[in-house]
């Protein structure tokens, strides 16, 4: 592909909103490890031999808002995501990374004009990198999407309270930096989605897809593929991080709830316990404090076969939240940094295979078609130019 000029020997910028929390603090020691060339960092990336003529996997920075006092390198530690050797290995960069405070006026209009400031300050001291915003802010109660008619409605509706993402979204869009939205808030507002077509800005969410739902997308396309019919899903999770607790509040875990229950109708194509004239899918959160950010799940899968005799899967998953996700979180600024290249904007579908509830028109929902929708994106991103 014809690279342009002002794309040329340029790094990566993950700039990233709520830099101090778990997912947070771990990109920031991921990217010291892959500019340390750390091939342990890099395992996990889907696009490390992707682009690399373009876009080398250790070219990549971080900077970020957040208003926790407490030093980055603090944060980490206090975290317990990362082992001791990584972050003696890694975590001296930290201290490099800029950090400013979050907005705190009530004012959405204040909080963008206060972001796009942040934002030309971050790459005035990146000057050889484009910024790419990564969302990682806790799940909120957000506001009702039929209500956001313009930008001026918005405005109106939006406080800190129930969307404080939204301003940085709408800065980044200003600024022309493409934007991930990694959490389950509903940020992709048909105004603002119109801002980013307008300004040619691509825009990718919503809530990566990083463990338990992973894993369900695969299986429940699995089951499809063979006419295996689901006949109930019971699903679990238990999580002890700052994540779980903040979704204990129920207008705070709506969105995420019904991110991960709502996909496997879409991927099925029928109602879960529609033959019982109730859903029969059941998706629970509980914070547990003990298991911290190395979370568990739970599913319960239960099929019929020929005959409609009754089988079952029983699943338990421990994984480690943060290490699912930052390295996912790599891939799609990567991924975004080479859709701008090739002038893409607004909603991404293709991508839908890194997310719970993907964006976009006809976005792919079996596991097969979201593989797929990834390649052809692939090919159209190095065909193009």
Known sequence: MTIPEHFENQSLLLLVAGIKGAIGSTLAVAASALRANDLSAAGSLTTRDKFTDILPVDALYVAGWDNRVEDLADCARSCNVLPPTVMQAHGTALADVPVLTAPNSQALDSQVEQLEADIESFKSQFPGSRPVLVNLLPAAPGIDPDRATDLASINQSVTLENLPDLAYVLAAIRCGVPVINFTPNTVELDPVVALAEETGVPLIGRDGKTG?????V???SALKARNLYVDGWYSLNILGNADGRNLMVPERASGKLANKTNLLDEVLGY?????????????????YPPRGDAKEAWDVID???MFDLPMSLRIDLQGRDSILAAPMAIDLARWMFMLQLVGRRGLVPELAFFFKHPLGEHAARTFQDQLAALDQLEAEVMSAG
């Open 212 to 216: 338990q739902t992973y894993f369900k």
């Open 218 to 220: 695969v299986l429940a």
């Open 271 to 287: 109602p879960v316990g529609e033959r019982y004239g109730q859903p029969s899918h059941k998706v629970q959160i509980d914070y």
């Open 303 to 305: 099929f019929l076969g």
